[in-house]
Structures are given as structure tokens and as C-alpha cells.
């Protein structure tokens, strides 16, 4: 009983899950990638294909305006199609950066392995997968891919749902 009520008082957070082009290009990496989400027990709340427009890729990234990568990331992240997820989980933002690693591949590769990025990351930029990294950036992010979702309906209508089935 005890054991029940607590786990449904556990609170659901959101994340932005993104595989980014290089990623997307490799059927069976794509299909490994949506597997682990559903190992890891993340609940996918939305899911949508797209691709950016050059303009996207510069709106989402402007904070990294200026730095020696920017050009080049800004142009791959629009080179091709993405995939990106609303995720839910009890600190989805934290399990999600973890099955991630390290931004930069070779760093993954040396101090976590086992991460996404270590295992099929190209190079810093072709790291297969973005994740927000607060619940800020999570809400702020959601809204950029997903404009029609709304957090405030979600936490309202869908979390308890999902949480008292947990
Ligand atoms: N990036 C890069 N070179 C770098 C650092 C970052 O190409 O030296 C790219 C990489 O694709 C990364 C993205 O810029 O995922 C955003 O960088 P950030 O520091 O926000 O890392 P993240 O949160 O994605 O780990």
C-alpha cells in the first residue's frame, strides 16, 4: 500500500529527445535508437518526422552564434530528415542526457562507452541525438518542435493518466 501510494506520487518530467540527420540516415540505427526509449521505459507522449529549414536551425542554436562549430552545425542539423520526441519519465532531462553521454564523441568514447553518442556518435557534431538539458530548456524546446503541444494541457489531462498506470 505504502509502495503504491508512493510510486503514484512520483511526478512525470518532460523532455525533448531529438535524432539528429546523421542518425536518422541509418535505418537500423534509427530503429535502435527508438528501442532504447521504450527499454528505458520512457513514455513517448509525441513523436514527429521533420526537417529544418537553414532559418530553424539558427533560431534553435543562436546561443551558439559565434563559436567555431556554428556554421557547421547549423548546416547539418538542416542537411536532412530528424526525428524528435516529447519523452516523459520520472527526471526524464537527466536519464535521457545519461543514455546520451558527452557532447563530444571522442570524449564519450573514452569516459562512457556505453553512451548513444560514444557508440554511434561521428564526429562532435554528428553526435546522432540531442536532449534539453533543464526542465526549462525542455519546455522552451518542446514549444519550438512541437508548437500545437501544450504543457500546460498535458500536465492536466495526460500526466495523471499515465502516472496512476505507472
Ligand atoms: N557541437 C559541435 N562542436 C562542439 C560542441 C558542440 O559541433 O565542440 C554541436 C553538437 O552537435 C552539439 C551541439 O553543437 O550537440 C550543441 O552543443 P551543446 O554544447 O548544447 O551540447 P549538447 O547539449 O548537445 O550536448
Known sequence: M??????????????????????????????????????????????????????????????HKGRFFYQRLVEFM????????????????????ELMGPTKVYRARYTSPKTIRAQYGLTDTRNTTHGSDSSESAEREIAFFFPEFSVQHWLEMEEPHFRMGH
Not at 536518422?24 to 521505459?41: D, G, T
Not at 530528424?82 to 516523459?88: D, E, K, V
Open 2 to 63: 505504502i509502495l503504491t501510494r508512493l510510486r503514484c506520487a512520483k511526478v512525470l518530467q518532460l523532455t525533448l529527445a531529438v535524432i539528429k540527420p546523421d542518425a536518422v540516415a541509418q535505418p537500423l540505427l534509427l530503429e535502435a535508437l527508438h528501442r532504447k526509449i521504450l527499454e528505458n521505459n520512457f513514455i513517448i507522449v509525441r513523436r514527429k518526422d521533420l526537417i529544418w529549414k537553414r532559418s530553424d536551425s539558427e533560431r534553435f542554436y543562436a546561443e
Open 78 to 97: 538542416s542537411s536532412g530528415p530528424m526525428r524528435a520526441y516529447i519523452l516523459a519519465k520520472e527526471d526524464a532531462v537527466s536519464h535521457w542526457r
